[in-house]
């Protein structure tokens, strides 16, 4: 059951954060709530003041810069993103993402910025985020400051967000040439959280054939999502083979961290991570290949 | 002339725009002036002595009425088995010891629900951790910590099935086979969780709204357990948002809003939360099955020998009736022409386990059905044909336990047999399973010792023609209502909504045992079909009187036109005839009862469904993962009542059965059960559901109504092993443990290939 709260409805972002600093001694920040009240009506999560920033309209936003690339604002439902126009045509792998991501009914409430700070390993945006070289803008009262998405996430439902703090906007740079981002997660009931998740992107050298940059994350094998930067390392330079496919699924398997639960225990967990590399590194690898032609 | 007007048309549920429309008032929506809420404390201890509670500090709190323990309550040892009082073993409000983490100990009644929750935190109960035991196979050794003291290594229940000289059969056989099963447990999912409304007044009354599958049970139960006379009580379930099987025993959430209400005279509310639910409303039963099959070469079955342990929980709940029907259900469809079965019933700490759809019959299917397919592909046989050659079939007799009036398994295989073909060569990592099964109609058990007919139903045609149907079967979802009201309008010859019916209370109707077992179509529609027949009677003499027929002719009623039967040209309006018997009868509207109770039919059931099922599934051979593509079923149910019910029956129980067989478990860490909410406990949805086909063979069972049999539970019996011999199709490999997860069959592929290489 839930216990009582006092809510608190922010309509600016300088309203949320005037309200953050006046009750940080006990608070809660909630926009679409789709993970938080989960929590909440366990008793994980029993905030004296719930401050609500949903309402911010400043920013529910998706904007498009040939240089600066994507931004999406923290207050942008999932929905939003799935069916935006701009987004299927800029970033692909964010529609195939989202319709992939829950149910309807949350994707209609849940957000973006919700969900990036509820910080679990297992979500969706973040790895995605991170393959897409991707920051965010985070704000106080005090200060303002833009971190990587590499540098969001820091353990189970756990990110770098200090006191005081709500996330504003992600910001996604074009993707480079002869890129190919891919996304896909393990799961048995389709639009479930993964059981393992494996974003790639892959950008190929003027040949077509070798691999000029990888970016490799994988989500639900860690307390956070996680680059396999070795795994990165062993594709850069190389061509696609057979072989080179298995070595790096093998490398990835290594570098995940992944632990049991009732779901998995942490040896399938550490073979998915194997499966998935492999098929996304190919995809992403094929599709990078079309463009060149 | 079609034979029927009403039956076997597709007909919506009669209560399906009040319950669409949210007009239909569940026990969740009733509130009543003055009215309390309840909290219930539990136990975190899997085992321990309870050496005091201080409800004090709690009674204390702004806003707490009641706080009461198992000291309030007469401690009465309660349960199903009136007639076998060594197996009530459970007080529901324990008082000296607690055997499992969830078992109630205290229960609050405030103001508001946050207010009620606050005070549990404030009782303080001083247990004595003892050792426990939560495993059936480590609880049934010598030493082993005891539960109840009057239980022997823990054996609750034993039950042993034999028929034939099993020992000489198994010599005459040409090839026997051995393998162990493990069947995982099974959470009821209601949408409605466990909840009641209990409102004593002073006079001495008692009124308990609640969410039931059978209020007549939970109003003797009460009246066992507190002290009233049974009809001091009145239970009101007009609606009952699912029941599965968790729903016709006594529950904590009506047992300590009765005891709360009694103490303060004051309505009190308790609405289970989903973690309780899954804690501590029972579940399927897990059960380890020893099998032992001889046949002859040519596949004929000659011996199965059976041994099974059950995970009992800490109470007998109904598992003993689930123990008794696996080892019947596990020699069926078949002839065997000797069998022997032993069950074991062993007490473990663990949440009680008890009847869930299938009633122990899905666990002897899946292991029943994956054996005989393993047997086959030994012996070489056609997997069809060696069901075929051992099918049962009408007026077989299961010896010392039951008659087959009616089977059609035969044509349920062709027909199967007629879509595999047609379904030709599949794409490369599918496999197409089969089980076939069967499933009882109706239980004759009388554990409950009630004196009154097993079902009864009451019809009173008021002067405008309408019809009252006052019925006590339940309907929990499955349709009940809407299969009634059609028995009732085919056999007076009205329509569907000519009939008014009145359900879901004690007070107004007539005792049915509820809805369990499968026994409403059958055994409540005989007493519908029975009620309305003598109704019709009562008509047919005013309109003789009126028509002054050749006395050779016949007269009947259907579709509201009273008619000679050789000629239904002539005939009167039934609304005009009705008018005219009541003016004949007084003014009295014309009243009739019906009932029925089985006589001579076995041990078990009056009459028996038969089914084939087929589940194509592939498996993806990288990670394992097994998606359901089709599920394709030839049921036997006799007559069918209503299409559009059966397809609601068969989808639903493909879900539940389906989700059973390869992702639904509820694994525990010393005795806690480690996903009770519904995030890490999944159910199959509608996306994952496969196409769904159900190809009716009819079949005419002299014992049910208008010719009808089950359609509810049989339906779950066959999908997990299907399941799983889809899975063997698929990837050689056959999985004995439930549920078949990617990662077991993952890493019996790897086995596999580890032994291949060798």
Redesign the interface.
Known sequence: ?I??FIYLKANTVEEALDLIDQHKEDYKVICGGQSLL?LMR?GLVAPEHLIDIKSVEELNYIQFDEKEGLRIGATTTHRTVELSPLVLEKFPVLVHMEENLASIQTRNWGTIGGNLCHGDPAGDPGPVFMALNGAVKIASKQKTRTLTLDEFFIDYFETVLEEGEILLEVRLPPIPPRTAVVYEK?N?????QGIISVAASITLNNDGLSCNDARIVIGAAAPAPIRAKETEKLLIGEKISKGLLEKAGEKASEEADPVAD????EE?RR??VG?LIKKMVEKAWEQAKAQVK | MTKFNVINTPIHNVDGIAKVTGRAVYTFDVNLPHMLHGKILRSPYPHAKILNIDTSQAEALTGVKAVVTGKDTLGVKQGIWRRYKELCDEEILARDKVCYIGEPVAAVAAVDEDTAEEALDLIEVEYEPLSAVFEPLEAIKEGAPLLHENAERNINVTRHIEWGDVDEAFKQADYVREDWFRCSSQAHVCMETHCAVADYIPEGKLTVWTSTQSHYYIKVLLSDVLGLKENDIRVISRYTGGGFGSKFELDSAQFCSSVLSMKLCKPVKIVLSREEEFMATKRRTPMFYYLRSGVKKDGTFLAKEARVFTEGGAYTAMGATALYLTGFFQSFPYVWPSYRYDGYRVYTNTAPTSAMRGFGAPQATFCAETQIDLIAEELGIDRIDIRRKNAMYADYEVPGQATIQSCGLSECLDRVEEWIKDRGKLPPHHGIGIAAYGFMSGGIFNWFNTPYAFSSAVIQVNVDGKVDLFIGSQDMGQGSNTTMSMICAEELGVRVEDIRLHMGDTDKCPVDLGAWGSRETLMQGNAVKMAAAEAKKQILKYAAAKMSPNIVYDLDIKDRWVHLLARPERGLSYFDVVKEAIRGKEGQPIVARGHYTPHRKGMISPAYSFGVQAVEASVDSDTGKVTLKNCVTAHDCGQVINPLGLQGQLEGAIAMAAGYGFIEDLPMDEGKILNPNLVDYKILRTTEMPETTVMGVTTYEPEGPFGAKEAGEGLTNPTAGALANAVFQATGTSIKELPITPEKILNALRERNKREKK
């Open positions: 059951m216990r009582d989960i366990q393990f048995i009931i389709k639009n479930d009732i779901h998995a225990s399938y073979h998915l499966v």
